[in-house]
């Protein structure tokens, strides 16, 4: 796929290369990331599949949750090794141009350049973390594919109208219960979204309770998501 071409000419010699810290996917070489890791991380994504649940919504993503991407997405997220965005990025920029590539291509915005927009972390979330890992992950993930030549920017479109619990312990019905009502699209974005191809990210999808709570909020306001990118997909689809 030309996005693994140009994701090796945009790779700065010893740019993961930190002082103290071990590789965040074996724990066994200095540096940010080995190349073993990166390469593990990066490689050909997994297979575009339906979501459950959902009427038409496709999902991509560039690994599985487990292993190497589990390891990195945990120390991005709740570690604050923020550099992890960059490889992080470049394995979401994987996912997009998968999703882009399935069957054609989204069969509703034909050419349009897309639009990324990350799933909302909660504000106590990011307030506790310092920062919005998705967020950031969308970013790079958006300046890599326009180094690949190709279109892309991101737009923080959701919004969550109501507080929601931690996910991390509740089981799928309990998820989407949870979730449900939960997001809405700000004003602002509608117009820059009708435009453009709205692809939903995010780092991990598991129960897909979130995406589907997410492809609800932009339906309401008659905007039809092209699909939802991840780093990493949890279980089996």
């Not at 103290?20 to 991380?41: K, M, P, Q, T």
């Not at 990066?42 to 575009?48: I, L, Q, Y």
């Not at 949750?65 to 709740?78: N, R």
């Not at 991101?154 to 949870?178: C, I, K, S, W």
């Amino acid at each position: 796929m030309r996005i693994h071409q140009r994701l090796t000419e945009f790779v700065v010699a010893g740019e993961d290369l930190v002082l103290g810290s071990a590789c965040a996917g074996c724990g066994e070489v200095a540096g940010l990331l080995c190349n073993g890791c990166r390469d593990e991380l990066v490689g050909p994504s997994a297979p575009v599949y339906d979501l459950p649940g959902s009427a038409d919504l496709r999902v991509a993503g560039a690994a599985a949750y487990a292993g190497v991407a589990g390891s990195v997405i945990v120390d991005h997220k709740e570690h604050g090794r923020l550099a992890l965005s960059r490889p992080l990025g470049d394995a979401l920029a994987v996912a997009v141009t998968a999703l882009s590539a399935a069957d054609g291509g989204c069969p509703h915005c034909g050419r349009r350049p897309a639009a990324l927009v990350p799933i909302p972390s909660r504000r106590s979330t990011v307030r506790g973390r310092g920062h919005d890992p998705v967020l950031r992950i969308a970013r790079r993930a958006a300046s890599t594919l326009r180094r690949a030549g190709d279109s892309a920017t991101v737009v923080p479109a959701l919004r969550h109208v109501r507080t929601v619990d931690d996910q991390a312990h509740l089981g799928r019905v309990a998820r989407a219960a949870n979730l449900r009502g939960s997001m809405t699209v700000r004003r602002s974005a509608t117009r820059l979204l009708r435009a453009r191809c709205p692809v939903l990210v995010d780092d991990v999808v598991t129960s897909g309770a979130t995406l589907r709570e997410a492809a609800r909020a932009l339906s309401e306001t008659g905007l039809r998501p092209c699909g939802a990118a991840v780093v990493a997909v949890a279980g089996t689809p």
